[in-house]
């Protein structure tokens, strides 16, 4: 059973915050050789790290004891104990704090080479449509209920098995791309009937190509004033043109990104100063601190003052 694998292994708390840049994205790095990494994460309620991430790792999250809400663009999702969601890992996502959450979760990235690349037969692009193919913009979810589910849950243990034995045997790696595509496989058979071709994706990758030098600029300039005019002479694009695409690759509009932006690094500010939360409003880029205010306890779920606090007394434990 997977549970019982589960109980024998280690979950930590949630704690990303080193990785994130003030964009949010979270970085990882892999190894070229074997770009799959597993992560055992515990969270529970106000003590995991707050804030939307995107990477360019493909990505499965697998709430064990649920329940568990994640949010994806401008999408929510309702997870049960032994939901599999397929992150859409290119939009900003995060777990969406309430209440009681206390779950643990398996977290499984990698980067599409490690299935599919140059040179690779054509038949193994089959295992990253289950990442790809949501033309529908329904998450892919494979629900605890659903037939292929212990079938799956299966091939999540003999993984896990693999990857976190104590001592690593000679086919470690092969054994545990085995067991990754097998698992693989069964989402592809799951979510089969919603099928994107191959060009699509390229589509995909270069919107977000495009957008580079406006993400750099951002992250550089992150106060600064910046308007949808400003923004689309920055990527090359016309106005409508930029507005569609923007929205394609980030999954929300440029003011809530650059809200994003600007409250990830409020939130900094308050973990490494003690400067007054005004002062942190302005240079965050908020010229009104009952909006930043607002906008803050909306994100954070608590005040910059109770953030603050928590973080002091989170320093000291």
């Not at 915050?17 to 892999?30: F, I, K, M, N, P």
């Not at 690593?168 to 069964?186: D, I, P, T, V």
Request: glycine share 6%; charged share 25%; proline share 4%.
């Amino acid at each position: 059973m997977l549970l019982e694998t589960a109980a024998q292994l280690r979950f930590e708390p949630h704690d990303i915050a080193a990785q994130l840049d003030s964009r949010g994205h979270y970085d990882v790095e892999l190894d070229k050789e074997f770009p799959l990494l597993i992560k055992l994460f515990h969270y529970t309620s106000h003590r995991h790290t707050r804030g939307a991430t995107w990477h360019e790792r493909l990505e499965l999250f697998l709430s064990l004891d649920g329940p568990a809400r994640f949010q994806m663009g401008d999408q929510e999702v309702e997870l049960e104990a032994g939901d599999l969601l397929v992150v859409d890992n290119l939009k900003l996502h995060h777990v969406v704090d309430f209440t009681g959450f206390d779950t643990r979760a398996v977290v499984i990235s990698f980067l599409p080479e490690f299935v599919y690349s140059l040179g690779s037969p054509a038949h193994d692009y089959a295992f990253l449509l289950p990442f790809y193919s949501k033309l529908d913009r329904r998450p892919h979810i494979l629900r605890s209920g659903d037939m292929n589910a212990n079938f799956s849950y299966g091939v999540i243990k003999s993984l896990l098995e693999c990857y976190f034995a104590p001592k690593r045997h000679q086919f470690y790696r092969a054994g545990c791309k085995a067991y990754f595509l097998e698992l693989l496989f069964h989402l592809t058979q799951r979510f089969e009937s919603s099928e994107l071709l191959q060009w699509e994706f390229l589509r995909q990758q270069e919107r977000s190509l495009r957008l580079k030098k406006l993400f750099d600029h951002i992250n550089t300039h992150p106060a600064e004033k910046l308007s949808v005019d400003s923004a689309a002479r920055l990527a090359g694009m016309n106005v409508p043109g930029f507005m569609r695409t923007f929205k394609q690759v980030a999954g929300m509009t440029l003011v809530s990104y650059l809200n994003h932006v600007r409250l990830a690094n409020a939130a900094k500010l308050l973990r490494q100063s003690i400067r007054p939360i005004a002062d942190v409003a302005n240079e965050a880029g908020f010229a009104d601190q009952s909006y930043f205010d607002k906008q803050f306890k909306k994100a954070f779920g608590q005040t910059p003052n109770e953030f603050r606090a928590g973080g002091k007394g989170r320093r000291s434990a």
